[in-house]
C-alpha cells in the first residue's frame, strides 16, 4: 500500500512513524484539573442516578412515570438510543475496513470505545425498567431445578442474545485493534504505565509471524462484525414491529432502525471528536477531511431516515388500516405533536445542510448540528415508543404518559456512566490508532 | 409474597376472637405457625369453603345471601339462589358489604365522651351504668330512639323496649324514604302503601325519572325482571322508555331518552293519561269515570307547551302504552322535586286508566324501603330537641347528621341532647356528637331478620366471630332493660336477642300455620333457605273517591339565586352515603361519569362552555342554602339548563376511606319538609369556575368509540328484519379459495404441532358470551371481581395517573349527542378475552404468560419478571402491572390494612410487586370445580362452573362454558346472529363473544 | 490295670460332656431364633429434641409414637387430606379424646391439657412449607391412581420423634413426579 | 524471558532495505529469522512470503459450531417443556433463526480470537527485541553460531541497516 499515491485521510503534513508514535503518547500524559473535574462530575451524576434506581426497586416501579397502557417509558426509549450510539463504532471499524477506506484509521478507535462504552449502558436499560430486576436472569436459558426454559419467539430474548454477541464481539474487535497500539505506548513509557502496558500489551512484538495471524484475524472479525452491525438493531426493531401496536408493526422496521441507529452513532462521534481532537491537539491526524467524511456519512443515513418517516405516513395513509392512520394523525397533531415535530425537524430538516459542502467542512456547525441530531433520535425513540402506546386500539384504555424525576435521574445517570468509561479510556489508552495510521503512511526509502 | 403476611396477621386475628383456626395455603415466611381449632367449629374442614345463608343489609332492599366462609372468616358475599328477590344475584353493594364487616375504622369496642370532650374507650358495663344512670332520671317522653329501617324483630324489640320506658318517641329516618311515592298513593288511592311492581310481566316500560335499575326499591330484582321481560323473544322485544332531565344509568339502558322541561312531569303523564283514556281506554277499570274530568283538562298540545314535548310525541307514548303490557313508574328520589308527589300520582292515575294496577303495580304486599320514614319526622324531632325536648337520644343505622341538610342543624341540636348514645359500627358523623358509642356486630355477625315486604320473612345469622368487641344492639336493649328494674325488666323474658329473636319466629312459625313441625326444625330450615317465603299477598285497588278533586302543579322552577337546576341524585355506588366507607365502592366508577374516589358535577358541554368550563375544572355550585366544589364532568345525557351531582360523598367523618372527598350535596338542599313530607332533591342554583383543575379521577381514557365497533348495537327493527349488519372494522377483501386452502392446511399443521404434551387430546375451550342487550352496567360484576380475585384498590392518585387494577371494566362510550342528534351510551364489560391466538404470550420471555391446554392464557404471577411487553402487545389492554406493594403493610400502597386482610381469597395469590396480573376466567374456580369432578369420577356439566362476575349479574348477561362442547349454553349463544368479537379483525381469536345490544327503536 | 483305665474313661466323660453342652447350646441358639415372635417398632424411650433434626414444637408431640408405635392412622388426625386442599390440623379436644384417659403422667401430655384448660391454642410450627403462590391439592394426591403414600411425600413420619422436613417441596421435585406418572404439567394447575 | 540465542540483530530505517536483506537472507538459505515492524507492511509481506493464515479456519468451524448450537439449542429446550404460546407451534424454527445467527457470529468471533492467541503464540519464537521496532524501525534477527555471524553481519550492513548489533546467546 506504501508504495501507491498517497490515499485518502492521510495526515495533511507528512508525519513520520516517529512523530505518530510521539504524538499519540503525548495523549496518554498525567491528566489535568480539567479532566479531574469532568470526572467527579460525571461521577456525582452517576450517584444520583444510582440513587434514583435504589429507590426505585425499593418503592416499586411507581415512582416512574408510567401511565397505562403507556406500560414503556423513558428507559427503553433510552435503551434503543444507547444501542443506536453503539452502532457507528462498528460500522466505521468493520464496514469501512472492508470497504478499505483508509480515512477511517484516524477515527475508528474512539468510534469503536465509544460503541463498547455505549453498549454497555444501553445494557443496563433493560434491568432498570423490569418489574422484578432480581429475577431478570431468569431470561438467560441455564439448566434449573424447575426445569424451565426461555421463550425463544420472544424479541426480548432475541435482544439478550443480539446485545450479548455485540457487546462481546466488539470488545474483542476493540481489544484486538489495541495491542498493537499498546505495544508501541509501552515502549515509550515509564514508571507504573509500563507495567501496565506490558501486561496489556500480551507481549507483542510486531513479528512477522504475529502479523501474519493478526491481519488475518482482524479480516475475520471484521467480516463477522458487519452482519451483527445490521441485525442488531434490526433485532432491536423487532421488539416493536413484532408487536400488534399501530405504529410499531411495520416491515420497514428493520432498515429504518439501522440507518436511524447509524445517523446517531456518526453524531455522537462527532459530538466526541471535536472536543477530543481539540483537548489533544489531534489536528494533524484528524483533519477536516475526517469530519466531511463523517458528514457524508451524516448526510446519507440522515437522507434514509427522513425518507422512512414519508414512508411511514404514507403506508399508514395507504394501508387503509384505520388504526394506523389514527395512530399516525395523533403522533403528528395529538398530545405529543411537540415530540414528533422535533424529531422530524432535527432527523428529517436538519441534514439537508450537509448538501453543502461549506457546512461539511465547518466544524462548530457540524458540531451543533450532530447534538441536534442526538436529540432528535432521542425523540425518535421517544415518540416511536410513548406515542404509539399511549394511542392503541382501545379508545377507552388510551392514557397520556409523562416521565417523573426518577426517570430522569437515571437517564442522566446512564449519560454520566458512558461519559465515566469514555474519559477513563481516552487517558489511559490511545484514542488514535498508531499501527494504523503508520500504515497508510509509506515508510521512508533510500532509494527515493 | 404478601399473603404470608396476610395469613399470620390473619391468624393474630383469629387467635384472640376465635381461639384460633387451622391454617391452609403455605408461605415461605419462617417460622410460620399453624394454630389448630380449639373445638372445631361443625362442618367447617379446613381448606373447603362453607357457605351460610343471610340476608344483605346494605340498602332496604333485603336480597339473600350466601356467605362464603374460609376457616372462620368471611371471605366472599354471594347471592342467594333461593331468594325471590335477587335469585342469587347480587350487587356492587351487596357484594362490599364485605367490607363492612372488615372495615379498618370499624370501632373496636365501646367509647365514651370524656371530660376533655374527646372520645376514649370504656367498659361494656360502665357505658351500661351510665345510660342506665341517665335514663333513671328521666321521664319516658323525653327518650327519643332514631333508627333506620329495621321492619322486623328488631323493630318490635326497639318499640317495645320505648313503651316499657314510657317514650313514643320512636323516629325511622331512612334518606329514601319514598315519601312522595307513598303521599301520592294515599291521594289517588287512599292507600299510604307501595305497591310492587312486576317488571317482570311489563313489555313496556314508561320510567318518569324512576332510577330502578339503580336504587329504586329493590334494584337487583328490577333488573332481573327488566333485563328478562326487555329482551328479544318469538313474540318481539320490550321496549323502555326513559324520561327525565338526566339521562341516569337506568336512562342509558331505556330505548328512548325524552328529557321534558324540568319538574313537568306531572303534566307529561296526564296528557298521556288523558290520550290512553280516550283512545285506548279498553283496558280502564270501571271507576276511572272519577279522573276523566281531570284528564280533559290535559290534552296533549296544551301540555306540550308546558312540558316542551311534542304533541304526537305523546300520543305515540300513550299509543304504546297501551298497546303492551305496561308499566310507568315514579317517585324516585332523582326526580324528588317539590311536586314529585304530583308526579307521581299523576303517574298513578296513569297505570290506573291503562289497567296496570293489579296487573304490573300490584298493591297488598307494601313493600316499604323507608319503612314509613319522613324527612319531616326528622325535622320535627331536631325541633323538639332544640326546645331541649329530648333528653336521651339513640341512634342505630341512621346518619341524619349527614344525610339531612345542613340547614336542619341537626348536628347542633345533638348539643342540646344530655346523652346521645349512638350505635354506629363505623364513627359517622351523628356518632361524632354522640356521647356514648356502644357499636353494633355487622350484620354478617348478628342473628336478626328483615321483613322487606308482607310474607318475606328473611333471617341473618352470624357467619363467623365477631373480629372486634362489639354487641348486637338487641342485646344491648335487653342487658339494658335488665338493669333498668323490674317494671321493664319484666316485659322482657329473653336474655339475649337470639332468645327473643326466635321467640319472635315461634309465633311465626304459628302464624304460617307451621304447627306440627319442631320448631327446631323450621329454624334450621329458615336458616338454611336464608328465611321464609311467602307469596306476595294481593289486594285490588280502585281510585280513591276524591282523586277527581286533585290539582296538580309542576315544579314551581328556578327561584331566585340561580339560573341552573341542581339535581341531587342518588348514587348507585354509594346509596345515600353509607356505602362510601368501603374502598371497593369508592375505588368502582360510576356507570355514567366513570369517576372515582370523589363527587363531581354533570354539565352540559354547552352548557360548560359558555361558563368556559372543561373536564376537571373545579366547579363551585352555589344554592340559596349552600355551596359545593367538585369537578366539572361534561355530560351529553343532561339537559342544558339542569346540572346534577351524585349523592353520597363529602362525609367529614366514616372512616379514611370516606372522610374529606367530594361534596356533601345534601348541604345544598332547602331544609323545609315539601308538601309531601319529603325532602326536595331540586334546587336553583348558579356555578362558577374556581379556577383549579384536575384530572378526573376516571379510567375512561375516551369517551367516542372513533367508528371502532368495540360495542356494537343495532335496532329491533334489523334484527326482525334478519340484518344485524355487524359492524366491520376491517373492510378486508375477498381471499381467493386457492390462498384459503393452503392457509387453512397452514393452520392444520400448526395445529398439529401444539398437539403435544399437555396440550395432547380433547380439552374444553373456556369462553364467556356477554348480551350487552342485558348489561346495564350496573358494575356488579366489577366488585364480585375485586372480592374472589385479591385486587388491590389504588386509590384516587393511582386511578389519576390510569393505574387502577380493575380485571373487570364497564367500558362506557358516547355516541352522537352533538347538536340534536340523540345521544346514545354504549356499555361494554371488558376483560381478558382469553385469545386462542393471543398477542401477549409470544412476547414473554419466560413463559409467565402462555396458553393452557383448556384455552386460557395463563398469568403465571411468581414467574413473571415484569418487562410488560405483554400489556403493550394487548390490544385490548386487560392486563394490569403491581406498581406497588399493595400487600406490604409497611407500603404506601397497602390496600389491606388490618383487618381488610381478611377479606382476601385463600384461593387465589396476593400479587407481588413488580408482576403483571389478570383475568383469568376465575381458573381457580374452574381448578376447584375439576378436582372435585375428578373426585367424584364424573364429568363437570354445563353451568357448573361459574365465574365470579357471572354469579353477581342481575341482568345474566354473562355465561361461561365450554366453547368446544356445541351444547353448552355458552356455544349456543356465540353462534347468535347478534353474535361479535371485539377487534375481530385481528385475528387474536378471542374466546368472549359479545352480543350485541339490541334497541328497540321507533320512527317519529 | 485301672490305673490305666481311669484317664480313658474320664476322657470319655469329659467328651461326651463337651459334647452334650455343645448340642444344648447349638439347639438353643436354634431355638432362640425360631422361636422369637416378629419385632414390632417400640418408640424410643426419651429422645432429646434438641438433637433432632427439624424445629423444636411448643409440645414435644411425637409421631413416631402415635403413627409409629400406636400405628394410628394418618387420617385420624389428618382428617381433612381426602376431601380439602389442606389436611387439616387435629383440633385439642380431638387430642384430648384420648388424654382425658391415657398418657398423665407424661409432662408434655400435662402441656396440652394446661393450653385446653386455659382454652389457648397451641402454636405449632409449620415443617412443610410451600410458598403462598402454589395451591397443592391434598385430596387429588392422596386419592390419585398413582397411590402416594403420605410417606413418599413427607418422609417415614412414623418413625419420626420430631418431624423435620423430608422432600425438597421445589418444583423440580413435584415436575419430577409429575412427569413420570404422566400428570398435567400445566402452570395453572398449581399456580394460580 | 528465558536467555535469547545469539545471533545477528539489525535494525532498518527503510522499508525497501529491509526487504531487500529479507529476500538476501532467504536466498543464502536462512529461513527462521524473525522481521520486526511498528505496522503491517504489504512491502515487508511480500517479502517474508509467509503461507495464509490458519486463523480462519477457526472462523469457520467457530461459526459453524455457533450455527448448530442454536439449532439445537431453541428446538431441544422448546420440546423439553412443551409450551404454546400465541397458537404458534412449540418449536417454530423462523424465530429461532435469529438465535441461530447470532450464536454462529459470537461462536465465530470467539474462535477467531482464541485461533490468533493460538497461533500468534505459537509462532512466537525467543528473539531479541528493541523499542525502536515498535516505533520507526524494522528490525531482523537471525539467530546464528558464532563462525556464520560475520557472513550474516555482511548481507544485513550489504542490505542497508541503520544499525546491527551482535547478540551473544
Known sequence: MATTAPPEGLPVSRPTYADVTRDIVATLGNPGRIYYGLLAFVITILLIGFGALLYQIKVGLGVAGYTPPVMWGVYITTFVFWVGIAHSGTLISAILFLFRSAWRTAVYRTAEAMTVFAVMTAGLFPLIHVGRLWYAYWLIPYPNQRMLWVNFKSPLVWDLFAIGTYFTVSTCFLIVGLIPDVAAVRDKATGWRKKLYTITSLNWRGTDQQWRHYTRAYLYLAALATPLVLSVHSVVSWDFAMGIVPGWHATIFAPYFVAGAIYSGVAMVVTLLVPLRRVFKLERYITTDHFENLSKLLLLTGMIVAYAYATEYFIAWYSGNTFEQASFWNRAFGDYWWATWTMIICNGFLPFFLWFKKIRRCIPALFVLSLFVNLGMWFERFVIIVVSLSFEYEPYAMGHYTPSWVEWAIMAGSFAWFFMWFLLFAKNFPTVSIAEVKEIIPMPRKKA | MGKEMDRRRFLKVLGVTSGGAAAVGCSTGTPEKLVPYLVPPENQIPGVATYYASTCRECPAGCGVHVRVREGRAVKVEGNPGSPFNGGKLCARGQASLQGLYNPDRLRGPMARGADGGLAPISWDDAYARIVERLGSTAGDRVAFVTGNESGTFDRLVNAWLTALGSQGRLVFEPFGYEALRYANQQVFGVDALPSYRFAEARYVLSFGSDFLETWINPVQNTREFAEAHSVTEEGMGRYVHIEPRMSMSGINADEWIAPNTGTEAVLALAIANVVLADHGGNAPSDVFRVRQLLEQYDPESAAGVCGVPAETIRRLAAEFSENSSLAIAGGMGNQHDQAHAAAAAVGILNYVAGNVGRTVVFGSDPDPGAGSTYRGLADLTQRMRDGGVDVLFVHGANPAYNAPSGLGFGEALGQVDLTVSFARVLDETAAHADLILPDHDPLEQWNDFEPRAGTYLLQQPVMQPVFDTRQTGDVLLALAGQLGASVAGRFSAQTYKEYLQAAWRTRQNQLGGRGVAFDDFWAASQQAGGVYQPEPTRAQRLDRNVGGLTFSSWSGIAGSGDLTLMAYPSSVFYDGRGASRPWLQELPDPVSKITWGSWVEIHPETAAEHGIVDGDFVEVTSAHGTAVAPAFLYPGIRRDVIAMPLGQGHSELGRYAQDRGANVYNLLSSEPTEFGGLSHYQAVSIRATGEHEVLASPAGRSRQMGRGIAQSTTYEHVEAGDAHPFHVEHAAEVPEAIEQVLDEWQAAQDRERAIGNYAGDHPRWGLAIDLSRCTGCSACVTACYSENNIPVVGKLGVQRGREMSWLRIERYFEGGEGDEPLTVEILPMMCQQCGHAPCEPVCPVFAAYHTSDGLNGQIYNRCVGTRYCSNNCPYKVRYFNWWDHSDENSAAHSFPEPLHLQLNPDVTVRDKGVMEKCTFCVQRIRGKQNQAVLEDREIADGEIMTACQQGCPADAITFGDLNDPNSAVSRLSQSDLGYRVLDGLNTDPGVTYLMRVRHTVEE | MTGKVLPVAKGIVALALVGVVLYATFHAVQAQQTQTPPERFIAPVDVDTAGLPGPVQPIFYRHDVHAGQYEMDCLYCHYAAEVSSSPGLPSLDACMGCHLLVGGGNPEVAKLREAVNEGRPVEWVEVHKLPPFVHFPHMRHVLSDAEIECQDCHGEIERMPQVYQFASLKMGWCLECHETEEATTDCTACHY | ?169
Open chain 4, 1 to 169: 524471558m528465558r536467555a535469547t540465542p545469539g545471533g545477528i540483530l539489525a535494525a532498518y530505517r527503510h522499508v525497501d532495505a529491509a526487504s531487500e536483506a529479507i529476500v538476501a537472507l532467504k536466498h543464502s538459505g536462512y529461513e527462521n529469522f524473525t522481521v520486526y515492524s511498528p505496522a503491517p507492511n504489504e512491502e515487508l509481506f511480500e517479502a517474508v512470503d509467509h503461507p495464509v493464515s490458519p486463523v480462519r479456519l477457526w472462523t469457520l468451524f467457530g461459526g459453524l459450531t455457533g450455527l448448530v448450537t442454536g439449532y439445537a439449542m431453541t428446538m431441544w429446550m422448546s420440546y423439553d417443556y412443551p409450551t404454546v404460546v400465541g397458537g404458534k407451534p412449540v418449536g417454530s424454527v423462523i424465530p429461532y433463526i435469529v438465535i441461530m445467527f447470532e450464536l454462529t457470529i459470537l461462536f465465530g468471533a470467539l474462535a477467531t480470537l482464541a485461533g490468533l492467541a493460538f497461533h500468534a503464540w505459537r509462532s512466537n519464537r525467543r528473539a531479541p527485541f528493541d523499542g525502536r521496532f515498535s516505533d520507526d524501525h524494522i528490525g531482523i534477527f537471525v539467530p546464528c553460531p558464532v563462525e556464520r555471524r560475520p557472513a550474516v553481519e555482511q548481507i544485513l550492513t550489504a542490505a542497508g541497516a541503520t544499525e546491527v548489533m551482535v547478540e551473544t546467546g
